[in-house]
């Protein structure tokens, strides 16, 4: 009975057609070790989801086939566990009588190995059933060694699963399956579109499997849907794709619409004779691929209208031959000399077998025969014309990145930069998002260069942001994290006032063992685990406890950490801005007149206050503060843009609701003298010009089908905004 809940690794082998284990070369010599050990020879194999577990467990059963395969491993005997078939049962009776049977087969099975592939659900599984104790008996069977246990455990369970028994620790080894990356990743990522191929017949370009690789990698703190681990992420990405756009090209053929957009494209550009010519060319062509699509097509409707009726006309002469055959076996029965020669047995058996049968029951199952051969044949023959358009196909580069720009939210011209023009875009970039910084955006975008393209080190790039309020310092980190990712919310903020007091260090790395929330890891060390490529920004600095800068120093020297559970997590790919207020002072005089600073006395004077507010080791690794850099105070010309910016993002959300803003420049230019002020900078503007807004709410509250003109004025008395509103008229538009 065991054998209906141990699936051996033969069939589980025989499940996965094709079955090839890809790159992990590393990793499967050291689950193979273990396995071979004397102690702790059983394995909790732990990873995020997707990331390949089950192939690292399958490859085992492949191995054994190998002309090269150690005897080792070739002795083994894999059984994989059927949980859901087990616990299907509803019964704990039989449940634990099932037990009792699988664990007879492994003790008198040598060298058997029990693969588990959710621990977590099996565990959950036995605590609701009551049943606990069959942990135990397990347990005991590998301390014994008596059997050998493979278990299969999510990244975020394991702790769980190793609270549910205190030898696991002991009698388990521990092995940590991380992503592959690199030359690994793009291995599997190009095996496992090979799958997709057969499955969809089509091609897919290199390039694809490369772009899909590059979208998942780079975008992950999206909310895309995509949330497995690597390579599984890219397979995903791969797929919705290819669904997709087989669904168009099904309906309209890529040429066809190459064609009619070049089409579009003569006909919008003029009616000259050159135009004219190539424009006739493009329709006839237009014309006869329409055509030939339209004979695909009615070639396709056949073939499934004659299969349909097909395998309709099979299935009610079926339901007919069971009809007469059973009139014939009761006939037979109910005649005393056939109910003696068919009591033991089936009579569609006997009367096969003997060739009994009715004329009608002969002619009934030659014309199912008939019919299916003629099934069969269409089938082929639908199949050779769906073969011959998608031979035609070729899934690309540019429709993976079609597919991520659709769930991403991001423009597809964005994403099919690469990162070589995106960093000769950077200085511009971020140019037009933050205003008055020239000398600093400069900065950064030198030492970003540096950083990407120059000699790659496994260390972040720092930055510490000094400055009064308001003047870009944020601002900066969010441009920083649209120009390098596409969007700002590649931007990862922690408000350094909320680490103030010491045991504030556990939410960067997770607490310590035997703590509330150990499990969870930790805030920092999982959002660089799940997603490498961001921008880190470190809030006010100055407000951390000083064990923070323990963990930064080890962050910004070795670039990489290890959080509360043991993880090594890297940070070769971030971006760490830090920001402080220290320097503030500083900046604010800096000028021209009497009393006031050059811009070099102020960053002078900002280093000694540093000085005096952090460890000189922790100032030395911002590039041996090469990084550390004082922002300007803004001057009126900055703040009059950054408010002209703001109105144009008014005007440019109420455009739909045919509403727009006017601000005349002198009266812009006096509020903005008015109402800025240095201390404060640019960081209160944008709720002063919320009453604007305010505005434009209560009016369109009033009347939702209002369209017209909100005329602002600045009364330099009162200090506050005058309106006068124009509607538009409506029988002129």
């Known amino acids: 009975m065991a054998d209906n809940f141990l699936i051996t690794g033969s069939e589980k082998l025989a499940s996965r057609k094709n079955f090839k284990l890809v790159g992990r070369t590393e990793k499967f010599e050291e689950l193979c070790t273990i396995l071979t050990r004397m102690e702790s020879n059983s394995v909790i194999v732990s990873g995020p989801s997707g990331v390949g577990i089950t192939t690292l467990a399958l490859a085992l059963q492949a191995r054994k086939s190998d002309s090269d395969a150690p005897f080792d491993i070739v002795n083994k005997r894999l059984f994989w566990l059927d949980t859901d078939g087990l616990f299907g049962l509803g019964d704990n009776d039989a449940i634990v009588k099932q037990f009792k049977a699988i664990f007879a087969t492994l003790n008198r099975t040598p060298d058997s190995v029990l693969i588990v592939e959710d621990t977590l659900d099996l565990i959950d599984a036995l605590r609701n059933s009551g049943l606990m104790h069959i942990v135990n008996a397990l347990t005991a069977m590998v301390k014994a060694k008596k059997t050998q246990v493979f278990l299969e455990v999510r990244e975020a369970d394991l702790t769980q699963v190793l609270k549910c028994h205190s030898d696991f620790r002991d009698h388990f080894t521990l092995m940590d399956l991380t992503e592959p990356v690199g030359a690994e990743l793009e291995e599997i990522a190009l095996h496992g579109a090979r799958d997709l191929e057969e499955s969809y017949e089509v091609r897919i370009d290199p390039a694809a499997v490369k772009a899909a690789i590059d979208m998942s990698s780079k975008y992950r703190s999206l909310d895309t849907g995509l949330t497995a681990a690597q390579p599984a992420r890219t397979r995903t990405l791969l797929d919705r794709g290819m669904a997709r756009y087989l669904l168009r090209a099904h309906s309209t053929p890529p040429l066809l619409a190459e064609l009619e957009a070049e089409l579009a494209r003569l006909t919008e550009s003029g009616s000259s004779s050159g135009n004219q010519e190539n424009a006739a060319t493009v329709r006839a062509a237009i014309a006869r691929h329409k055509a030939e699509f339209a004979e695909y097509q009615a070639k396709i409707k056949g073939y499934y209208a004659a299969q ?18 059973e009139e014939e076996k009761k006939r037979h029965l109910d005649d005393p000399a056939g109910k003696a020669s068919t009591s033991d047995g089936d009579f569609d058996l006997i009367a096969r077998a003997s060739g009994y049968a009715t004329p009608e029951i002969l002619k009934l199952r030659g ?60 200085h511009g970039s971020l140019k037009r998002r933050v205003f008055g910084q020239d000398a600093v955006l400069d900065h950064i975008d030198r030492a970003v260069k540096v950083w990407r393209r120059g000699r790659r080190t496994d260390r972040p790039l720092p930055f510490l942001f000094c400055g009064a309020s308001g003047v870009g310092k944020t601002e900066v980190s969010k441009a920083l994290a649209e120009a390098l990712f596409d969007t700002d919310k590649a931007l990862n903020r922690y408000d350094m006032g909320e680490f103030m007091e010491k045991n504030d260090v556990t939410k960067l790395i997770g607490a310590p063992p035997g703590y509330d929330g150990f499990a969870a890891g930790g805030e920092m060390t999982n959002s660089v685990r799940a997603n490498p490529y961001q921008v880190m920004l470190w809030d006010e600095i100055e407000k951390a406890h000083p064990d923070i800068f323990n963990i930064c120093l080890n962050i910004l020297d070795d670039g990489r950490c290890r959080d509360n559970l043991g993880r090594k997590v890297e940070f070769g790919d971030v971006v760490m801005p830090m920001t402080t207020n220290i320097g503030a002072d500083h900046a604010l005089r800096v000028g021209t007149g009497p009393g006031d600073l050059s811009q070099d006395e102020a960053y002078e004077l900002t280093i000694r206050d540093l000085k005096k507010a952090f460890r000189t080791e922790f100032l030395n690794r911002f590039e041996g503060r090469e990084n550390i850099i004082l922002f300007h105070k803004l001057n009126m010309d900055t703040i009059e843009k950054i408010v002209f910016r703001e109105i144009s993002r008014i005007n440019a959300f109420y455009a739909t609701q045919s509403i727009d803003v006017r601000f005349p420049e002198a009266q812009l230019r006096e509020f903005c003298d008015k109402i800025y002020s240095p201390e ?47 509607a538009h008229d409506r029988k002129a538009a």
């Open 308 to 325: 349909r009726d097909g395998e309709k006309s099979i299935a009610q002469m079926e339901a007919q031959l069971r009809g007469l055959e």
């Open 367 to 426: 014309d199912i025969a008939r019919t299916q051969a003629a099934v069969d044949e269409n089938r082929v023959k639908y199949k050779a014309v769906t073969k011959e358009i998608n031979d035609r196909l070729l899934f690309t580069a540019s429709m993976v990145i079609d597919e991520f720009s659709l769930i991403s939210g991001i423009d597809a011209s964005k994403l099919k930069q690469n990162d070589a023009v995106k960093l000769l875009n950077l």
């Open 680 to 726: 404060i900078g640019a960081r209160g503007l944008p709720g002063r010009i919320k009453r604007i807004e305010a505005m434009i709410v209560e009016k369109t509250m009033a009347d939702a089908t209002f369209g017209g003109t909100l005329d602002i004025g600045f009364d330099a008395t009162s200090r506050n905004f005058t309106s006068n509103w124009i």
